[in-house]
């Protein structure tokens, strides 16, 4: 694979089990690339560790007075000159090839890992270590893979340069070939505290990183309510825990270096010393001495890259197990399903709480626990929660079944309220679930989520969340999704009431047009409310069979609100919608509105209906509290208002429901 190819068709199955395993799998899996790096690596360093012998030649001609041999050795250098000439450039191009290669390859897992989870990945890992295992830890293991064939190279030279020095001079070679091995091995002792150093570090630099990318995307939050001091002192102080671990860390590597400096450095003044005496015996020439002298300086070069793969794997090891985490994170259902990939439609329905949204038809759905309702709406698009784990505990027809009968009972005048009760009390989790915990799917048209491809589920259910993210780029290029065709982005843009934004954005576009205005990041150039309409113009212009909205217009005011409102009922007309709110205003204009309490279906109706009749519902929609409902219960008794005032009746709760829509 060459960097102009990338990416890669298929990055392949990593073997996740362990971060060691991980990069024992990448190193296989680029064995070609590997096996280049080697050959050129071996050139280049055999052609540095013969140069000492052309060097030696030479010298022993001009002692001798030879002309002829001193020319040959002249060529010979000249020639070895090339060849490491050559070694080096290809070792370099084939060697960043291995990393970039290696980097791209485990970028492309994390981001199919990442789209395949969704939503789920950072319920189950932190945001910041997402960014650093695909920012900083890529390079590291890529810095590994490089690494490790030219150390192999390396070693290899050793091994051969000290087998061809005892064959070239015995008496100085055998010197040579024991004191390479304790130099090699010499810094193992000091390889384990390093390593818990870098670690410690690299630990430290996560959290510091997790705090930082919390406090940049919560930025506009904390302005809001002055903790950008708090934050700061925070990240200062970890940022100063990370600089005092980066320093021990330093220190312990400082005296791996300093230590692969100075045993050399002995080992040359041994055979320095003894090559004397031995010349000056006779036994060897001076040419033999200058030949031995420069390879042993010339060893240096390799055995750096001793240290440098130790210093490779330390910092690799954790990169790769945190990135190993993240890839051996699975869904509950496997992405490829197991019915055909095509998209059904009819009710979307939930056994577990019993919710049952009609085909066609707007439905509210009102919880008083905000992270209930969170996980409500990533159970409706088939987005499994941390409870959802193991199989699934009743078989498909159990489900389509309780999913059939409840549709029945719900198309007869569609109000439901009779057939979300009876499902919901019929699809208690605690019946449902077996030991493993495990949890029934979401069935649209009877058929599981969960059954279906990924990709097929994905295009049928379409769920926003409490806080959608906006991708940098161009308005045109925010809206242009996968959609079918249906919705144009004007028709979208008008429902959600963007009108002030496209002027905004008009102002900041060099051709007037807003179409092209760029949008930063999490479009934090604009306020809360208009990232919100935005990502809700751009869930319509998708149009899926099911939409799942999760508070929607919690950041717009209440006129917008209303005219959303009636924009998103008259858009998606005929086709199925479920909006997760407590708005009044959203839920007056639903075709039917459901309480789910403690996990539960409670009451199904109309908002007006249910504000009048059940206590549950109106605590959630009105925010009232105990005594007030206690007093409202007695004022209805009396017949009086909870301040006295004789009763408005129906048709004075109607107008005074007027007078607020109005207002």
């Excluded at 409706?380 to 409870?387: F, K, R």
């Excluded at 989790?429 to 994905?458: F, Q, W, Y």
């Excluded at 028709?491 to 060099?510: F, G, R, T």
């Amino acid at each position: 694979m060459q960097i102009h190819d990338l990416p890669y068709p298929d990055p392949g199955l990593p073997d996740a089990r362990s971060g060691p395993r991980f990069l024992l799998w990448l190193g296989r899996n680029q064995l070609g690339g590997q096996l280049k790096s080697l050959c050129w690596g071996l050139l280049h360093f055999l052609s540095v560790a013969s140069l000492p012998y052309g060097v030696g030649f030479a010298v022993q001609a001009v002692v001798d007075g030879s002309g002829s041999r001193l020319a040959l050795a002249g060529g010979l250098i000249l020639l070895l000159g090339a060849a490491l000439a050559l070694g080096d450039t290809m070792l370099h191009r084939t060697a960043v090839t291995n990393w970039i290669t290696a980097a791209a390859r485990v970028q492309q897992l994390l981001a199919r890992r990442t789209a395949a989870l969704g939503a789920a990945l950072t319920r189950r890992v932190a945001a910041g270590e997402v960014v650093a295992v695909s920012t900083g830890d890529v390079e590291k293991i890529g810095w590994f893979v490089e690494a490790l064939s030219r150390f192999a190279a390396a070693a290899l030279t050793v091994v051969v340069v000290c087998v061809g020095l005892v064959l070239y001079q015995p008496a100085l070679g055998i010197v040579v070939a024991v004191g390479m091995p304790v130099l090699a091995l010499a810094v193992l002792p000091l390889l384990p505290r390093a390593t818990r150093r870098a670690d410690q570090q690299r630990e430290k630099a996560g959290r510091a990183t997790e705090l930082a990318s919390d406090t940049v995307a919560g930025l506009r939050v904390l302005r809001g309510i002055g903790g950008e001091e708090l934050f700061l002192d925070r990240y200062r102080r970890a940022s100063q825990e990370v600089r005092t671990a980066a320093v021990r860390s330093a220190r312990m590597w400082s005296l791996i270096s300093a230590v692969q400096v100075l045993l050399p450095g002995l080992l040359l003044i041994a055979v320095v010393w003894y090559g004397i005496e031995l010349a000056r015996q006779g036994r060897i020439t001076v040419g033999e001495l200058v030949t031995v002298y420069s390879a042993v300086m010339i060893l240096n070069y390799p055995l750096r890259h001793f240290e440098e793969i130790a210093m490779a794997y330390s910092f690799s090891r954790p990169s790769a197990q945190r990135a190993a985490r993240v890839l051996s994170l699975e869904r509950v259902t496997e992405p490829g399903g197991l019915r055909a990939a095509e998209a059904p439609a009819g009710d979307l329905y939930d056994p577990v709480t019993g919710l049952l949204a009609p085909a066609g038809r707007l439905t509210a759905v009102v919880c008083g626990d905000p992270d209930l309702a969170g996980r409500l709406a990533d159970r409706l698009g088939g987005h499994p929660t941390d409870a959802d784990t193991g199989t699934r505990s009743t078989s498909a027809s159990a489900s389509a079944s309780a999913s059939a009968s409840a549709s029945a009972s719900a198309s007869g005048d569609g109000s439901g309220s009779g057939s979300d009760s009876d499902s919901g009390s019929g699809s208690d989790p605690a019946k449902a679930a077996t030991p493993v915990t495990a949890l029934p799917s979401v069935l649209l048209g009877g058929v599981p989520l969960d059954e279906l491809p990924l990709d097929t589920a994905r295009t049928a259910v379409l769920v926003q969340d409490k806080d959608p993210v906006l991708l940098s780029g161009t308005l045109a290029e925010l809206l242009d999704v996968p959609s079918s065709g249906s919705v144009r982005p004007a028709e979208a843009l008008a429902a959600a009431q963007c009108a002030d934004v496209l002027d905004a954005l008009s102002q900041a576009s060099l051709d007037d047009d807003p179409m092209n205005a760029r949008i930063t990041e999490r479009g934090r150039s604009l306020s809360g409310g208009q990232r919100q309409r935005l990502a809700l113009a751009r869930s319509l212009v998708t149009d899926p069979e099911a939409l799942v909205l999760d508070e929607p217009t919690s950041a717009v005011d209440s006129h917008t609100e209303a005219r959303i409102a009636e924009g998103l009922r008259a858009l998606r007309s005929g086709r199925t919608t479920v909006v997760l709110t407590s708005s009044p205003l959203l839920l007056d204009r639903a075709d039917r509105v459901v309480l789910v309490h403690e996990g539960t279906v409670a009451a199904v109706g109309e908002h007006r209906e249910l504000v009048l009749t059940e206590p549950r519902y109106r605590a959630v929609v009105t925010r009232e509290t105990d005594e007030e409902a206690a007093s409202a219960a007695l004022s209805r008794n009396a017949g009086t208002s909870p301040h006295g005032e004789p009763g408005l009746g129906d048709a004075g709760i109607e107008e005074l429901t007027e007078i607020e829509e109005t207002a």
